[in-house]
């Protein structure tokens, strides 16, 4: 058995990833969550509640802040792959909250690191490490590896510290380490405070009377948007190569938040511009204006295709939360006797 630690778990890609390595029967998954108050595991409820996986999904407590904690679990799991998606993630949040993005997102993954070199010594273990496309930032489209990084907030300056790191351990210490520059991947699981959740859920509540307007930030930011299923796959990919390498897995193609606002309301038969209203509060400090990747090394050394594109993307979220809205409209109208 092949056993995977994926920080993050709980979160959109985390609850993706798990489930792809559940769906090979040689994987056992180890899911890494922080403590808390209250429990957030929705999007892996029904993996934690389906008896095929009991034997093979475990979940631990541990935190990226914690250096302790970190060495105790890899060296009690002893893992032969280690994903680390956990991240404070919201760019907009990065300005408000940058030394706990910091921490997090740089010293966690260099945290991570050290821990998972020590397990090296004793046993063969394969890294991965969620770089990000904000890294690029202010780079001219399209960007790939030899693109010039440009990272325009806190978020985008800790992942490409934690980008760096990873290159380092692979070259000083001869770690089996990759770097995946992600480019936006987006899902029904996206967090509902990220702008294609916000624009999706907000249009289907619209719809269905729940609300009257959306609120956002700059419609004219553009992103290359993909299907969080698809990118985990990548993911994985990357550590079954025989030696480590870093990889742009991205879609090629850019599309304006005004273009998902004219689909996803498109879909609805509403016309967005009666329901939209900007507001400065959204936008950031410093912006980056146009992300656009070039994944022809992961498509041509991996073989990695998307199997979603951008509309069937924007489709999918729809048809999602408008189910929830009609959830939440049966809700309202429901009076008991």
Known sequence: MKHALITGVTGQDGSYLAEFLLSKPEYVVHGMVRRSSTLNRSRIDHITANPEFRERFHLHYSDLSDASSLAT???????????????????????????????VVGLGTLRLLEAVRMLARTKPVRFYQASSSEMFGAAPPPQSLETPFHPRSPYACAKLYAHWQTINYREAYGLYACSGVLFNHESPRRGESFVTRK????????????????????????????????????????????????????????????????????????????????????????????????????????????????????????????????RERHSLDYQPA
């Not at 993909?226 to 990889?247: E, I, R, S």
């Not at 209203?277 to 204006?289: G, K, L």
């Open 199 to 326: 624009i999706t859920l907000g249009a289907s509540r619209i719809k269905l009377g729940l609300q009257r307007k959306l609120v956002l930030g700059n419609l004219d930011a553009c992103r290359d948007w993909g299907f969080a299923g698809d990118y985990v796959k990548a993911m994985w990919l990357m550590l079954q190569q025989d030696q480590p390498d870093d990889y742009v897995v991205a879609m090629g193609e850019t599309h304006s938040v005004r273009e998902f606002l004219e689909l996803a309301f498109g879909q609805l038969d509403l016309d967005w511009r009666n329901f939209v209203e900007f507001d400065a509060r959204y936008t950031r400090p410093s912006e980056v204006d146009v992300l656009l990747g070039d994944p022809t090394k992961a498509r041509e050394k991996l073989g990695w295709r998307p199997e979603v594109d951008f509309p069937g993307l924007v489709r999918m979220m729809v048809e999602h939360d408008l189910e929830l809205a009609r």
């Open 73 to 103: 679990l890899i060296d009690q799991i002893r893992p032969d792959e280690v994903y680390n998606l956990g991240a404070q993630s919201h760019v907009r949040v990065s300005f408000d909250q940058p030394l706990y993005t910091a921490d």
